[in-house]
């Protein structure tokens, strides 16, 4: 079967050399091998600059005699990353000084199913097999050491560009591994904030990649936790990380959503959908409806939920339907929060936080408040509230009924 590596580094790339099967797929990806890819794209100039770019980067600071890292004064832990839209085990205040958090994430290509009610579906390109992949939580003068795996199986070569790393394109330059290899990346968090991170390979395969799910987020906790304007301490009891995903999925001549065999052959249709700027579907982790129903999250009267949410691709504006943002941090945690927010903004390429301490029980909307994305593309969680009506808050006055005229 073809693998599909980047397109743009046939001719630099040592490892391609060593693999004479992926060559092959590269090549067929550039338009040489056009009978095995009919549908194959031509490849701009730009494309094969761009991807030339992303895997030379890194080389030099590989190869580079800068001195070691001085490590001494840090502590190892391990971070068990876990599924969104749940947070790891965290302190909200560190302990201790700075740590190494070790963390493993495995790339994953996997066929998961996007609407249910119309049979979309996507060969997901994930880390750890979620869309967005697991939300990583350190404190600022942590080091993140991550050890990424791309199994055997895998169709495609993989990264990660950190948001909230400094150098090497975030990483992304010294982080290529191709199926069956793993690297080891470590970087300072030096900027506290909510951070992208998502695959970042080269050319056109970069915007494949993301709008396939291979994005997801960290946060960087001040040392001392958060705080509100005044400095005073700010802390929640639960995280709900969302992370919102489109996707432009390529439909057959009777507007039925095309199927594939395997990760990647979607790529010429994907690119042409792609293109037109126009998301068939926006969702929250992965697919419609995951977050409602069975999938609400779950709170209490009285709890503070940490809303996480990450779009490594476009804008979007949450609104949770019945609440406010209380606390919101669009850029950094070092800025001060937003206060009582109805609607805020999520610049694509980045992630916010948004705390809340629900105060009436029912079902909650947390939505894309563009309302066709949020309704008619996906982009709506439910958040399920527990607990005591309170009248003086709101209260039915009169249920609707008819009126003389
Ligand atoms: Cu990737």
Redesign the pocket.
């Known amino acids: 079967m073809t693998k599909f590596i980047n397109p743009g580094l046939i001719k630099t790339s040592r490892r391609n050399v060593l693999r004479g099967s992926m060559l092959a797929g590269a090549a067929a990806m550039t338009g040489a091998g056009a009978m095995a890819a009919p549908r194959a794209p031509k490849l701009h100039g730009i494309n094969a600059a761009s991807a030339k770019i992303y895997n030379a980067a890194g080389k030099e600071e590989a190869a580079s005699d800068a001195k070691p890292a001085d490590l001494s004064g840090y502590t190892r832990v391990k971070q068990e990353l876990v599924p969104p839209p749940f947070a790891p085990v965290h302190e909200q205040v560190a302990t201790g000084g700075p740590k190494i958090i070790e963390i493993t994430m495995e790339?994953e290509e996997r066929l998961m199913v996007v609407d249910e009610d119309n049979g979309a579906s996507i060969w997901a390109?994930t880390y750890n097999g979620s869309v967005p992949g697991p939300l990583i939580i350190v404190h600022e003068g942590d080091m993140v050491e991550l050890t990424l795996r791309n199994p055997a199986s895998s169709m495609?070569?993989?990264?990660i560009d950190f948001h909230a790393s400094t150098g090497a394109l975030g990483g992304g330059g010294l982080t290529h591994v191709y199926p069956g290899e793993e690297c080891v990346l470590r970087w300072k968090a030096t900027k506290p904030g909510c951070f992208t991170y998502h695959?970042a390979?080269g050319g056109d395969?970069i915007p494949y990649?993301v709008t396939h799910g291979?994005n997801g987020a960290i946060m960087v906790l001040p040392r001392d936790g958060l705080k509100d304007k005044e400095g005073n301490p700010l802390r929640y009891d639960s995280i709900a990380y969302f992370g919102e995903q489109d996707y432009y999925l390529p439909k057959d001549e009777n507007g039925d959503y095309r199927t594939y065999e395997a990760a990647g052959e979607d790529y010429a249709d994907s690119l042409e959908v792609m293109r037109g700027l126009i998301p068939t579907h926006s969702v929250f982790n992965g697919a419609v409806g995951a977050l409602t129903g069975e999938g609400a999250i779950k709170a209490k009267v009285g709890e503070t939920v940490l809303m996480v949410h990450n779009q490594a691709n476009r804008d979007s504006r949450p609104h949770l339907i019945g609440g406010h943002g209380n606390y919101v941090w669009e850029s950094s945690f070092t800025d001060p929060p937003l206060q009582d927010m109805e609607t805020w903004f999520v610049r694509g390429g980045s992630a916010v936080a948004a705390m809340y301490t629900f105060e009436q029980p029912g079902v909650y909307a947390y939505v894309n408040h563009n309302l066709i994305e949020g309704v008619m593309l996906g982009a709506t969680a439910h958040v399920v509230v527990e607990g005591q009506w309170d009248n003086a808050l709101m209260e039915q006055v009169v249920a609707p009924r008819s009126f003389e005229t």
């Open positions: 790339t390109l495609m070569e993989h990264n695959c390979p395969m990649h291979m």
